[in-house]
């Protein structure tokens, strides 16, 4: 039924019919040349047609059928020779049906023959020029506001249709913003995460280390140093094996704490290069974007900490570009440096073809980058792409060396 409720099926049949019951009793109830019995069987023939044309589907046998009641029509009206009656209200019955059921052009062409067919048989029964004439303009008129009626229900309809298509399309759109959103949400909180994990990790090794080494060699001089008076009052040798064999562990214990302080500022320096692969890991875990890390060029590992945040930052932001506006499979961050500056590539397969448009996103990673010292710049790569340079001074890394070494 094409999405009409049955209410509206049925009364789309109903209303037709009493049109042609009322008209049948009309016309019986007048004396006519036409047989009642033939009337009333045209007319039946007629009612059963309205219920049926609407479940023919295909648009040949449909025009058969119209074709069928047409030869119908005109053979009652030969036989009943009227030029006024029951016949010719079938006929514009069935012009106005055929203007709502066929497609435009073929309901145009079937209304033609019909008046033609009616010009013919008025000429044969001797009909009057003024009768003809009038004939014709009724029916010219009939067509042309029935079939406005159609073109104006149909164009409604489509208004409809294309209103309802714009307002599910809305919606669609609205939740996929929604969703990413908060899949850029998650991602950042996940990146967070990573670098939280990464720092609780390298804690937790460095107080097992602690605890195990310095602990155990710091318990043993407590308990020499307890038991130092009972000897001095014993042995005076004793005594002093006793204090060199504590004084030898204190220096053990001393060496270790500074062996432990070396690799914690170590671990912290490389809390930026575990973070910035926990980074991409989310990322590829969570939006299919295959991104790859090639630190070859990397020969020194010591980061300040503004460097590793300014790095882990930039990236971030440029990876969440790339998920929401470049329609990319593929993105590749090369990092590299030499004595006194860090060098950050990130390019991507995606749409950009060299117009670019400062957001906000753009705007805050060259404002970082310019904040540590630095500078960021964006090209476009050949054939698509975008590629993203960051240059950071590394002053501050070398500085912290030298203070460590002294």
Not at 74 to 96: P, T
Not at 131 to 138: A, D, G, K, R, V
Not at 248 to 254: D, P, W
Not at 295 to 301: Q, R, Y
Request: contains cysteine.
């Amino acid at each position: 039924m094409n999405g009409q409720t049955p209410a509206r099926h049925y009364y789309k049949k109903l209303v037709p019919s009493l049109i042609l019951i009322l008209n049948c009793i009309q016309f019986l109830s007048h004396p006519t040349k036409a047989d009642p019995i033939l009337l009333a069987f045209v007319f039946a023939v007629y009612l059963a047609f309205i219920w049926i044309i609407p479940n023919v589907a295909s648009t040949a046998v449909s025009l058969s059928i119209f074709i069928g009641l047409w030869l119908l029509t005109d053979f009652f009206w030969a036989v009943s020779g009227q030029e006024q009656g029951a016949a010719y209200f079938l006929i514009v019955f069935l012009m106005i049906y055929a203007a709502f059921r066929l497609p435009s052009r073929l309901s145009l062409i079937f209304t033609a023959c019909l008046i033609g067919g009616n010009i013919l048989l008025l000429s044969s029964q001797g009909g009057s020029l003024n009768t003809i004439i009038s004939n014709i303009s009724i029916m010219i008129g009939l067509y042309v506001f029935f079939s406005s009626m159609r073109f104006r229900r149909e164009a409604r309809k489509e208004a409809e249709r294309n209103h309802a298509e714009l307002a599910k399309m809305h919606v669609q759109l609205e939740h996929a913003h929604k969703e990413l959103q908060k899949a850029h949400a998650e991602l950042q909180e996940a990146s967070v995460l990573s670098l939280r994990y990464a720092v609780l990790e390298e804690r937790t090794r460095i107080a097992r280390d602690i605890h195990d080494s310095i602990g155990h060699e710091l318990t043993s001089v407590i308990v020499q140093l307890q038991s130092l008076p009972y000897i001095l009052k014993s042995s005076k040798e004793d005594s002093e094996k006793v204090i060199q064999n504590v004084l030898s562990v204190a220096r053990e214990s001393l060496q270790e704490v500074r062996s432990v302080v070396h690799q914690m500022g170590r671990s912290e320096s490389m809390v930026g290069l575990t973070a910035l692969r926990g980074l991409i890991h989310q990322v590829e875990e969570r939006s299919g974007l295959h991104v790859s890390l090639d630190t070859a060029g990397l020969s020194e590992e010591s980061w300040p900490p503004n460097v590793s945040e300014t790095i882990y930052r930039i990236l971030q932001e440029a990876l969440t570009n790339i998920i929401r506006h470049a329609d990319a499979s593929h993105a590749a961050a090369v990092i590299s440096n030499d004595k006194s500056h860090l060098y950050v590539t990130i390019t991507d397969d995606g749409l950009f073809t060299g117009i670019l448009t400062y957001g906000f996103g753009l705007t805050g990673m060259k404002e970082r980058a310019e904040k540590a010292g630095g500078s960021l710049t964006f090209s476009a790569v050949q054939p698509s792409g975008l590629k993203i340079e960051l240059s950071l001074p590394l002053m501050t890394t070398n500085k912290e060396q030298k203070d460590e070494q002294r």
